[in-house]
């Protein structure tokens, strides 16, 4: 909902761009380089290249038993060029961590806008009206329509917030929606993070996040003062802080109280009704019907409700919008790391093939078929990806957990992480995948040489 300006090309950005491609290819190239130019011209013609000394993997690989041959020989092959395989699993390993926490993340949004909302709020539609309305008027009259089981009339306002320690108010004291509760609610389910709910007899009490709390400086116990405009100021004490999913800078005090301070006794602007049926068709059928109903009886209905949406259906879905849209550019990103990772998977096999190709032609020249060298080169690939996946495994829970935290601080909303196994058999399935396409055209290119080449080579 934003309007883009005109389009125009960025000369700092090609210039960027312009850098990296020409400064990347030479800094890639330069450890290879120097490795090259090092050579003695002994090893140079020698048979470099094909020798290695053997390492804890090829001394576990010749202690084996009862293992296929073809097996060990892969694994083996596999760790030959250390250097070469340590390259290829940082990038294999870097896209597995991206796309493992996008998913984390992704999963994390989907827990706290869906399974935390509808445990705190207990309503399936909200109303606001434009002015307040009397209650034991608007909610009789929605107790009327079908498909609605229960209803409650709360105030919900907008007031600036300061500790009642600082006498006077000022331009950049903290703002909070503030919600008059009647006490007690069965619309709302407190997770409390300290101190107490409100409790009848309650009358100078307020509850307020802890978000908003940290960001005032209180704690239970402390006294806040709000601003309602108008010149109209009232003072309460904090008695417990919660978590809420959709808001950060809510604040629960007594309706009855509340509207005394306001002057609007025995009256509320706010409408949380429950449905016999929780379910978004019919929440939104009744937000209409009741709509047409209070239209009807000369009672307007705002345009918006405190969260913008009349279901908390939609209310969830318009959180997790701008979630999503970060989402999907990681996603993005993680797609690009993994086809860098194949291409670079494929280029280390490619190279392999190239200096094996005598081994290559005394396995044929001893019987060895075309499918059971394909099934060698393609284990090397299928090895590294699964090895890259066990890696980044344990470190993308601790990178999605804080990627999680720090988008909630972004968007001034606390997410709740939320761990579940579909990312990680996602990308298990992907890299299989991407593993054997990566292998294909090595190991395809490895039994097209004949026997007399590979020996000549």
Known sequence: NIEAGSFAISPSTITVQATVALLSPLLASLIPILSGVGLTVREAISTYGLQSTAGLIDRLVAKAQGLPYTLLLTFGNTFRNKKRVAFTLITLVGSGIVFMMVMGVNDSTNHTFTNEVSSVHKYDVT????????IGRADRLALEQPGVKAVEMWSANGAAIRPTSQAEARSDDEGALLFGVPVPTAMYAPQLRAGRWLQPGDTDAVVLSEALAEEIGAAVGDWVTFDHGLERESSWQIVGLVFDPLTADSAHVPLDSLAGEIGEVNKANTIWVQTQKSDPRTAQAVAQSLGRLYSG?????????????????EIGQQMLFGYNIIVAILAVLAAIMAIVGGMGLSGMLSLSVLER??????MRAIGASSAKIMRIFIGEGLTLGILSWLVALPLS???AYLLTHALGGVFENELVYQFTPLGAFSWLAIIVFLAIGASWFPARGAIRVSVHESLAY
């Open 127 to 134: 109303l606001r009206f434009e002015e307040p309305e009397r």
């Open 297 to 313: 009886r000369n009672i307007s209905v705002a345009a918006t409700t405190a969260f913008d949406e009349p279901t908390i259906t």
């Open 357 to 362: 190709r005598r081994e290559i032609g005394v």
């Open 397 to 399: 829970i601790p990178a």
